[in-house]
């Protein structure tokens, strides 16, 4: 006895199947399930189905005051079953944080970031003897389940007269901890783009990689993509989207598009304040911003789930195969048009909504 079956489930432009759940993993997906479940649900003709959709720069530990959200607000209530928080908390905060997120449906891992409380303050790295890589080592020995990589942020408002010293802390804290996934934050300089980049290696993630500052990636007076991004990108840096309220412009995703550099991975940056005022609210509102810019569905399905679950090594989620996580999002695309604002109130207007109808984690099924 199974304790769920979906039939009719379809993912975009695949034939129907049946998919059958039991014990919190996908334990198969073929064409027939004969076994019997305790629950079955039929998807209608217009829903879909993907392996549940993974946010990889969330803010949800719910004790800031800086950026902060609850996980089920941002997550399952949204069709999202695992967020990553990006560097909220750091190794001096991250327990209470993972004690808090035991509680929550939606799944939550964490970067930890470089300086030890965290985003306590904006200008977390302008104090260099909060980075103790001693620290962080605690802090991944005693929550190895939960850190699923570092953050630094790497701006002029955060890292005060530091320079790119924080990013030579972080990469070292990397190099010493099995290399483990790094994500850095850019905006303004000091430091200059060029020189995060420079340090940056394949595989490390680059979020808000669209934002519309002087120090991103477009060359404003050309409107061309910069050299050195496209050196980044050739060379295997991981271009994340990292929504937030300050860091998607879309004409930044569009010309990069139109030069053939495409981010990876769609993330969000949300936080209670750009989800109820926007210009995040969601991610779905998200996705739908990246297909306005030219993105595929199909593209963009896969931004949300494998892509981010490669990025940090979620083995186990971002496919609908037998032994994957049973986390999985139902949705309609839905024609109707929908005006979308960027970070810097920019808009594009979307003829095509993607609206979450249910949210599956671990087998348990939640209604959106
Ligand atoms: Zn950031
Ligand atoms: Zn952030």
């Not at 998607?248 to 005022?277: H, P, W």
């Not at 808009?347 to 099924?365: A, F, L, M």
């Amino acid at each position: 006895m199974l304790d769920l079956i979906i039939r009719n489930a379809k993912e975009l432009n695949q034939a129907p199947v049946e998919i059958g759940i039991q014990d919190g993993k996908i334990s198969q997906v073929a064409e027939k399930i004969s076994e019997e479940a305790k629950r079955e649900i039929v998807l209608g003709e217009n829903q879909y189905l993907s392996a549940g959709w993974i946010d990889d720069h969330v803010h949800c530990y719910e004790k800031m005051n800086l950026y902060y959200d609850y996980p089920d607000e941002i997550g399952v209530s949204k069709g999202v079953t695992t967020v990553i928080d990006a560097g909220t908390t750091g190794a001096e905060n991250i327990g209470d944080f993972y004690e808090i997120t035991r509680e929550k449906k939606t799944n939550v891992f964490a970067l930890v970031n470089i300086s030890k409380w965290g985003i306590v303050e904006q200008d977390e790295l302008a104090d260099l003897t909060k980075v103790q890589e001693k620290l962080v080592q605690h802090a991944l020995i005693d929550y190895p389940d939960f850190i699923v990589g570092i953050k630094a942020r790497m701006s002029k408002s955060v890292v005060g007269n530091n320079g790119i010293t924080p990013l030579e802390l972080a990469k070292k804290i990397q190099a010493d901890n099995e290399h483990l996934p790094l994500m850095v934050h850019i905006g303004s300089a000091p430091p200059e783009l060029s020189e995060v980049l420079a340090k940056m290696e394949k595989g490390d993630v680059l979020t808000h990689c669209f934002n519309g500052k002087s120090n991103g990636i477009l060359d404003k007076t050309t409107n061309k993509i910069k050299d050195f991004a496209w050196d980044a990108y050739r060379k295997g840096v991981v271009f994340d989207i990292g929504h937030g309220t300050d860091s998607f412009n879309f004409q930044v995703a569009e010309t990069a598009l139109q030069e053939g550099l495409k981010a990876k991975s769609i993330s969000t940056d949300i936080y209670v304040r750009n989800r109820t005022n926007g210009p995040v609210f969601d991610m779905a509102t998200t996705m739908e911003k990246l297909h306005v810019v030219g993105y595929s569905w199909e593209e963009i399905l896969e931004k949300v789930t494998t892509a981010p679950a490669e990025n940090f090594h979620l083995t186990t989620k971002g496919r609908i195969e037998a032994g994957f996580d049973a986390d999985i999002t139902v949705f309609e695309l839905v024609e109707e048009d929908k005006e979308l604002i960027d970070s810097n109130g920019f808009k594009r207007t979307t003829k095509q909504q993607i609206k979450p109808i249910k949210t599956i984690i671990g087998g348990v099924v939640y209604d959106n």
